[in-house]
Every structure is written in C-alpha cells, then in structure tokens.
C-alpha cells in the first residue's frame, strides 16, 4: 500500500454541515486536504477505508461486496453532498477469499443480501466524510468495510489479509483507519463527561507516534471504556494492515473543540519484522497463566471451555480436585469478556448440579457456545476472553428501596416471566436502571404486577 492514515469523520467539518462552525476545526480540515493531495501525487487507485459506522455485525466484519455504494449526508440535514462510488470488486473479492481461508468472520453485503438482514448498503458519514477532501481531487473506486465486535487480534489479522490482497493485485491503494477519539472530553461536549477522554487520547496518540503497535493491544480496558471513543478497532485493522514494517505515525493535526478528539495522522513505514506470531504468543501465554494461577472457580471454567474445543467433551466430574468446588451446591453465572465487551453470559439461579464445580462446568460451556445473544465462542477468542464466576446467595423478597446495584443483584418476576441481572455491573449506578434492565431481559411490561428479589453474589476474576 502506498499510504496509511488516521482521519476522523465529523460531519460538522464539511462546510455544507457546518455553516461556518466548519472554522473551529480548521487545522482538521487542512490536515485532510494534505492528505487528499498526497494520495492523488502517489497515483492511488483505489481506496481501503475502515469506517465505524456502517453496518456492525457482533460476529462479522462488513464488506460491501458489490458493483458500487452511494451516500449523502442528509442524516445531518444536507442531502446534495452526494457520492455513487465504484466498488474495486478484485480486491474485495480477494480479500473475501483470503479470509475464508484463514476462516474469519465477515459478512459480504450487497443490496438483494442486505434485505434479508433489514439492514441498507449505503456510504455512511464514517466513508464519506473522510473521502470528501480527497475526492475533491480525483474520483477513486473503494473498498468499504465497516469493522465488527470482533477481538483485537482477529482484526489484526484481518488487516494483514487486506494487505495482502492489496499487493497481489498491484498494490496502487491507500489505507484510511476512520475514527474518532474520546467522545467525552468536556462538560458541553455531546456525550457525558470522563476525565479519561484526554488521558486516553494522549495515550493513543503517543503510542501511534512512537509506533509502538504492540501498545495498541495494552491500553487499559477502563481506559477505552471511559473513553468512548469509536477510533480503536479500526487502528486494530490498520495495525494488521501495517503488519512486517516498522511504523512511525506523523501527527497533522489533534483538535476537540466540540468535546470529541479529532486526530489526523500518516504514517511512515519502512521494512520491518511481523508483530502477529508475538501478539499471539503473549495471549497464549496470558492464557496458560490463567489456567495455573488464581481462583479455582475461573481456571475450571477456563480449561473447561479449552478442553471442549481441543476434544469436544467437557472436563469430567472426577477431574474436579479442589474441594471449594466439589462441597455445597449453589446457583452459579459465568461470564465472558473481551476488552470490557461482553461475549456471553448464562447462569443458573438455584443449583441445578451436584456441586459447584458442575454448576460451572455446565454454565461455562453455555455461555461460550449457548448465550443466544451471540454466536459461538471462536477458538481463537478465547485467549482474549476474561472470564468471571458468580457464586449466587440465597434471594429474598424486597422493595426497589432496598436495592443497591452495587452491592445486590435483582430477580423480577411475574407469573409468566422473569428477568435477572447480576449485581456491580458497569453503567448501572441505581436502582431504577437495574430493575428496568432486568424487566426487559425478562420482557415484563413496568405496568405489569411482578415480585422483586435481592441477592448477593461471590465473584470471582482472572487477575493478571
């Protein structure tokens, strides 16, 4: 490829939106102009672009796998800011094929595809407004690809199947990673304030600076949670991309004055070593780890889950040597994490088994393989997965005022239904926001009669 670039996607940028408030962004707007110049005097062809907001699938990348997408921003009241782009359907078809090989999630959508998905192929504002300076200087054919909620590394090497379906087939492409940095950097900004937006856009930026890719994968989970950003998954996929050269980033440009970071930046590359075997080999070693230190309860569920994949049966009764596990019997959740992400959750409110130990055995594989809000746990996955174990007391009946979501879990319950949600989740910092999750996990209507019940809960975490 013969560019690599950061670039935001504010609306508000292009001047049409704007209505001059376009000028509290200029440096942003320049910083795309050089980059739209620099691609036109390197005879680009043809444009990779990673947008956050097309379609997201939870287990899928997108690629929109058809003769040509068009889009305007009439979302945003201006419908003449219109583009009907080319497809480069050999590059697009190359990198489907490559990734059925190395069996990667993604969704090719075209149009009669797209109906029986509800969903609509269209240039969303996340292509569109990156490519609006650089299209002003030469018309280009795409590949658009909108990033799914898959694991850091799975995208990673997604990127790399990118750049290896853009040099076999002339490699006269530039790379664009869209998206922006924290949403929540002050008080009157869109989104509610964290004082760990900035934090987290100056630990990004300098980590792309330094071009430390590794750090990608380290930046603390709190950190992106808090953030709110919509910019790091598809760095994933660029970092893929970039993989076997050594990578310095060139800041043009980082403005927040509407209280999100807008972040401009090429990078430079030379001949280097691929990052892949050793990012593999680290969560492989997190994983053993994990599988040999800490509570008993998350390393049965862990190997439990390793063992299914590796023979397809479960670990045995027998095999339970820990006596923690083996001597009452309890409602057990196990849950699974990626990034902060859930990716399944199913556990059972009374003991259903002899022991504990078989409590976990049973919920671990549900939650990985039966969680019917997502598909199956991939095995590569589950090196990124944290998994945590409840351990549920007895419930009791109480009254909304007797709830803390912090420190209890709630059960409502009517003669049909019921919902559960476990306690000291994250988001959830009162009690009317607890119960309506839980009525509408169970799908009982506010207005209905139902019960409320409290109980507490023994968690247990992998700590690294």
Same mark, same amino acid.
């Given at each position: 490829?013969?560019?690599?670039?950061?670039?935001?996607?504010?609306?508000?940028?292009?001047?049409?939106?704007?209505?001059?408030?376009?000028?509290?962004?200029?440096?942003?707007?320049?910083s795309c102009e050089i980059i739209g110049k620099e691609i036109k005097h390197n005879n680009i062809e043809t444009i990779i672009i990673i947008?956050?907001?097309?379609?997201?699938?939870?287990?899928?990348?997108?690629?929109?796998?058809?003769?040509?997408?068009?889009?305007?921003?009439?979302?945003?009241?201006?419908?003449?800011?219109?583009?009907?782009?080319?497809?480069?359907?050999?590059?697009?078809?190359?990198?489907?094929?490559?990734?059925?090989?190395?069996?990667?999630?993604?969704?090719?959508?075209?149009?009669?595809?797209?109906?029986?998905?509800?969903?609509?192929?269209?240039?969303?504002?996340?292509?569109?407004?990156?490519?609006?300076?650089?299209?002003?200087?030469?018309?280009?054919?795409?590949?658009?690809?909108?990033?799914?909620?898959?694991?850091?590394?799975?995208?990673?090497?997604?990127?790399?199947?990118?750049?290896?379906?853009?040099?076999?087939?002339?490699?006269?492409?530039?790379?664009?990673?869209?998206?922006?940095?924290?949403?929540r950097l002050s008080e009157d900004g869109p989104y509610d304030y964290s004082p760990y937006g900035k934090k987290f856009d100056r630990e990004?930026?300098?980590?792309?600076?330094?071009?430390?890719?590794?750090?990608?994968?380290?930046?603390?989970?709190?950190?992106?949670?808090?953030?709110?950003?919509?910019g790091l998954r598809s760095l994933y996929v660029l970092a893929g991309a970039l993989d076997g050269v050594k990578v310095k980033g060139n800041?043009?440009?980082?403005?927040?004055?509407?209280?999100?970071? *807008?972040? /401009?930046?090429?990078?430079?590359?030379? !001949?280097?070593?691929? +990052?892949?075997? $050793? =990012?593999?080999?680290?969560?492989?070693?997190?994983?053993?780890?994990?599988?040999?230190?800490?509570?008993?309860?998350?390393?049965?569920?862990?190997?439990?889950?390793?063992?299914?994949?590796?023979?397809?049966?479960?670990?045995?009764?027998?095999?339970?040597?820990?006596?923690?596990?083996?001597?009452?019997?309890?409602?057990?959740?196990?849950?699974?994490?990626?990034?902060?992400?859930?990716?399944?959750?199913?556990?059972?409110?009374?003991?259903?088994?002899?022991?504990?130990?078989?409590?976990?055995?049973?919920?671990?594989?549900?939650?990985?393989?039966?969680?019917?809000?997502?598909?199956?746990?991939?095995?590569?996955?589950?090196?990124?997965?944290?998994?945590?174990?409840?351990?549920?007391?007895?419930?009791?009946?109480?009254?909304?005022?007797?709830?803390?979501?912090?420190? *209890?879990? /709630?059960?409502?319950?009517?003669?049909? !239904?019921?919902?559960? +949600?476990?306690? $000291? =989740?994250?988001?959830?910092?009162?009690?009317?926001?607890?119960?309506?999750?839980?009525?509408?996990?169970?799908?009982?209507?506010?207005?209905?009669?139902?019960?409320?019940?409290?109980?507490?809960?023994?968690?247990?975490?992998?700590?690294?």
């Amino acid at each position: 490829m013969k560019g690599y670039y950061l670039m935001p996607h504010p609306p508000i940028m292009i001047p049409e939106v704007g209505n001059g408030k376009e000028e509290e962004i200029r440096e942003t707007i320049k910083s795309c102009e050089i980059i739209g110049k620099e691609i036109k005097h390197n005879n680009i062809e043809t444009i990779i672009i990673i947008t956050p907001h097309g379609n997201v699938f939870r287990d899928g990348v997108c690629i929109i796998d058809d003769y040509n997408v068009e889009g305007d921003l009439s979302r945003f009241g201006v419908s003449d800011v219109y583009y009907d782009l080319k497809i480069d359907r050999d590059i697009t078809k190359k990198i489907l094929e490559y990734c059925m090989e190395e069996e990667i999630p993604v969704v090719n959508l075209n149009k009669d595809k797209a109906k029986s998905y509800n969903v609509r192929v269209e240039l969303d504002h996340g292509a569109l407004v990156p490519l609006y300076n650089i299209l002003r200087n030469k018309q280009y054919k795409i590949v658009h690809i909108t990033y799914g909620l898959l694991s850091p590394i799975e995208l990673y090497k997604f990127g790399m199947q990118i750049k290896k379906a853009a040099e076999e087939m002339g490699d006269k492409t530039a790379f664009i990673s869209s998206g922006d940095l924290s949403h929540r950097l002050s008080e009157d900004g869109p989104y509610d304030y964290s004082p760990y937006g900035k934090k987290f856009d100056r630990e990004l930026i300098g980590i792309l600076e330094r071009g430390n890719i590794e750090g990608l994968f380290k930046i603390d989970e709190k950190l992106i949670l808090e953030a709110g950003e919509c910019g790091l998954r598809s760095l994933y996929v660029l970092a893929g991309a970039l993989d076997g050269v050594k990578v310095k980033g060139n800041l043009l440009s980082y403005e927040a004055p509407f209280g999100v970071g *807008y972040a /401009v930046m090429k990078f430079d590359v030379k !001949n280097g070593k691929s +990052l892949y075997n $050793n =990012l593999i080999f680290e969560k492989e070693e997190r994983h053993r780890r994990r599988k040999r230190e800490g509570n008993p309860y998350t390393r049965l569920a862990r190997l439990n889950i390793e063992n299914f994949f590796n023979t397809r049966v479960s670990v045995r009764y027998k095999d339970i040597k820990d006596e923690e596990l083996l001597g009452s019997r309890r409602g057990v959740f196990v849950s699974l994490k990626i990034r902060g992400d859930l990716r399944g959750c199913v556990g059972t409110i009374k003991p259903t088994t002899e022991c504990i130990g078989n409590e976990i055995i049973k919920n671990s594989l549900s939650a990985a393989f039966n969680d019917p809000r997502f598909s199956e746990l991939r095995k590569d996955e589950l090196l990124e997965c944290d998994i945590s174990v409840d351990i549920l007391h007895e419930s009791e009946i109480c009254k909304k005022k007797d709830l803390d979501p912090k420190i *209890y879990g /709630v059960i409502v319950q009517n003669e049909e !239904n019921m919902g559960l +949600l476990l306690p $000291n =989740l994250d988001g959830i910092e009162d009690a009317d926001t607890q119960v309506s999750i839980a009525l509408q996990k169970g799908n009982i209507s506010p207005y209905e009669n139902y019960i409320l019940k409290r109980f507490k809960v023994d968690r247990f975490e992998e700590v690294d």
